[in-house]
């Protein structure tokens, strides 16, 4: 059991009366120390507001056997902030197969361990796919701790539709790539969700205004932060807003559905003529039917008759 004292958290409502009887404005929650089930716990963090952890986080933290995070200063900024003192060990997109063998060894060998991202929800953009692959597959027990997560944040207040959305990571660095992975997303009708750096946001922002048009967009940064700030309007506008601002920060870039009706080959076409330019037909059809994830007869018969 981890050597660390309970934590109590009382909480008083300042516009009570001072006579009013204790249990009416003061509450008390208490963390205990107690022997958690074994398994991989997949910890949510802030995404940026230290107060955004979550009672049922701290409480894995206290008591698990063994805490895995991306980066020890990250995650000992957060135990610091509430007096937690544990030893941290580092699971990361860098992490060997014999380093995630050891991880899934504790837990098959009845620990529990907890898995933090530095930010957000374990595994959304983020190392620890193949873990949870392996500890389930070997029989092990996988247990989520919910939180603060960035894409759900940012699509609240975009002002874009939410009731259907899909998220795709980061978009490709180089310019032909992210082109490419673009127009592939261009008929989409649901609310597309990425993320995307501050140095090649604009960057983006250029290709988005190219290939969607007057699509609507949004921009969200440091969330949950002191300088959050919502760009909303077509690549174009957020572009003429952010040229008048200093963007630092985490971003998540989101674009609107396409408009019903508005759907059609489009997509198949700006991709072939991009790598026909490029590249010969036979080439360029063979990347389209793989982005487009379609017959290469039918991306070939379309590929003929815009090369006529």
């Known amino acids: 059991m981890p050597a660390s004292s309970n934590i109590c958290f009382e909480m008083t409502n300042p516009t009570q009366k001072t006579n009013d009887t204790p249990d009416s404005n003061q509450y008390s929650f208490t963390l205990e120390r107690r022997k958690l089930e074994s398994g991989l716990y997949l910890v949510s963090t802030p995404i940026g507001h230290l107060k955004d952890i979550t009672l049922h986080a701290l409480e894995v933290i206290l008591n698990c056997d063994h805490i895995f995070c991306e980066d020890t200063r990250v995650t000992g900024k957060l135990l610091r902030a509430y007096g937690l003192k544990r030893q941290l060990s580092v ?10 063998e050891k991880l899934v060894n504790l837990v098959l060998e009845g620990q529990s361990v907890a898995l933090l991202s530095d930010a957000g929800a374990p595994l959304i953009s983020d190392p620890g796919y193949k873990l949870v692959r392996n500890i389930c597959n070997r029989g092990g027990k996988v247990m989520t701790v919910p939180g603060a997560s960035a894409v759900i944040s940012a699509l609240q207040l ?3 539709p939410s009731d259907s959305f899909s998220f795709f990571g980061f978009i490709p660095v180089k310019s032909k790539a992210r082109d490419a992975f673009l127009t592939a997303k261009k008929s989409n009708e649901e609310t597309l969700v990425f993320f995307e750096t501050v140095p090649r946001i604009k960057k983006t922002l250029d290709a988005v205004s190219r290939i969607f048009g007057d699509r609507q967009c949004a921009v969200a940064r440091e969330l949950t932060k002191k300088f959050e700030t919502i760009y909303r309007g077509t690549a174009k ?10 963007v630092k920060g985490e971003i998540v870039f989101l674009i609107g559905g396409c408009p ?3 759907q059609g080959p489009g997509n198949m076409d700006d991709l072939l003529r991009s790598y026909m330019a490029d590249m010969s037909l036979k080439d360029a059809v063979e990347e389209v039917s793989k982005i487009l994830s379609l017959p290469k007869k039918q991306v070939y018969s379309r590929a003929l008759e815009l090369k006529e």
């Open 237 to 246: 506008d957020i572009l003429q807003a952010m040229e008048k601002d200093t």
């Open 91 to 100: 699971y990361n997109d860098h992490a060997s197969p014999d380093q995630r």
């Open 158 to 160: 975009s002002g874009l």
């Open 260 to 262: 019903e009706g508005e």
